[in-house]
């Protein structure tokens, strides 16, 4: 049977979820150290939350230095996510946090980022207009190998 465009995608592993977790990869590691400080902050333990910060506002520095664009597609996931990680430090928004932790938890375990699905639905992010049928494939699509905003093909 022929594929469309629109329904084109790298080929999955089988075992997909265990390929998610990349004990090789420094960036995987990154996100499982926030993810854990995350979960250490949820456990009230004293100093978490603000290392998570440190960890994620250096990177997104890293990002920045290296790539010298917001509008290059990790670092705006990485600029947003430390803005959002700020903002949950506010009294009242503590709801943040808790969004924050389900999302990384998410990418460290599955490979699917939720960030980068609704950081796609920017204009900015995307050549086409956007469709109900387009927001259905961008925020439903299998976790990818790389960069989800080159692997979803419209």
């Known amino acids: 049977m022929p594929t469309s465009d629109a329904t084109t995608h790298k080929p999955r592993a089988r075992f997909f979820w265990a390929r998610a977790i990349k004990p090789r990869?420094?960036?995987?590691?990154n996100w499982a150290i926030v993810t854990a400080l995350l979960l250490a902050g949820l456990a009230n333990i004293?100093?978490?939350?603000?290392?998570?910060?440190?960890?994620?506002?250096?990177?997104?520095?890293?990002?920045?230095?290296?790539?010298?664009?917001?509008?290059?597609?990790?670092?705006q996931v990485r600029l947003v996510y430390v803005a959002w990680m700020a903002i949950s430090f506010l009294p009242g928004l503590i709801f943040m946090f808790w969004i924050q932790l389900a999302g990384t938890l998410t990418l460290t375990v599955t490979g699917y980022c939720p960030l980068a699905r609704i950081l796609m639905l920017l204009?900015?992010?995307?050549?086409?207009?956007?469709?109900?049928?387009?927001?259905?494939?961008?925020?439903?699509?299998?976790?990818?190998?790389?960069?989800?905003?080159?692997?979803?093909?419209?």
């Open 25 to 29: 990869s420094l960036d995987w590691w």
């Open 123 to 154: 204009p900015v992010n995307r050549r086409f207009p956007l469709t109900l049928e387009r927001v259905k494939r961008i925020l439903l699509h299998p976790p990818t190998e790389g960069s989800v905003l080159e692997d979803i093909r419209f």
């Open 46 to 75: 004293q100093g978490a939350r603000e290392a998570a910060f440190a960890i994620a506002a250096a990177q997104a520095c890293i990002y920045l230095f290296t790539y010298r664009s917001a509008v290059h597609f990790p670092t």
